[in-house]
Nanobody, 126 residues
Framework: QVQLAESGGGSVQAGGSLILSCVFPGYVEFDNCIGWFRQVPGQEREGVAVIEPYGTTRYSDSVKGRFTISQDNAAHTLFLQMNSLKPEDTAMYYC????????????????????WGQGTQVTVSP
């Protein structure tokens, strides 16, 4: 498993915005779907958003319309723009890449992941 490097987490009030970044190896985007997961201690990990090699994006219903996933292939960086944040968005956010994330079951995919990050904490206060 290759480590990815996330950044951009922090604390924000409800209604605010954050942007997360994830740097990945230069060849990952050609064969894998790349996405964001989040997890709260004691709860199951949740798929948040994923992007396919040709740019198709998918979102969980809980973030649709508020979060936007994008990637800059020249910079080998994945982004998650998070707007209108809610306290229930509080979690550790992880970047991941794997061919399995291209399936319709991506949200519940439990691994193993070919590429996985150490996570960045997002905390949203009321």
């Amino acid at each position: 498993q290759v480590q990815l490097a996330e950044s951009g987490g922090g604390s924000v009030q409800a209604g605010g915005s954050l942007i997360l970044s994830c740097v990945f190896p230069g060849y990952v985007e050609f064969d894998n779907c790349i996405g964001w997961f989040r997890q709260v201690p004691g709860q199951e990990r949740e798929g948040v958003a994923v992007i396919e090699p040709y740019g198709t994006t998918r979102y969980s219903d809980s973030v649709k319309g508020r979060f936007t996933i994008s990637q800059d292939n020249a910079a080998h960086t994945l982004f998650l723009q998070m707007n209108s944040l809610k306290p229930e968005d509080t979690a550790m956010y992880y970047c991941a890449a794997d061919r399995a994330l291209c399936s319709r079951h991506w949200r519940s995919y439990a691994g193993p992941f070919g590429y996985w990050g150490q996570g960045t904490q997002v905390t949203v206060s009321p």
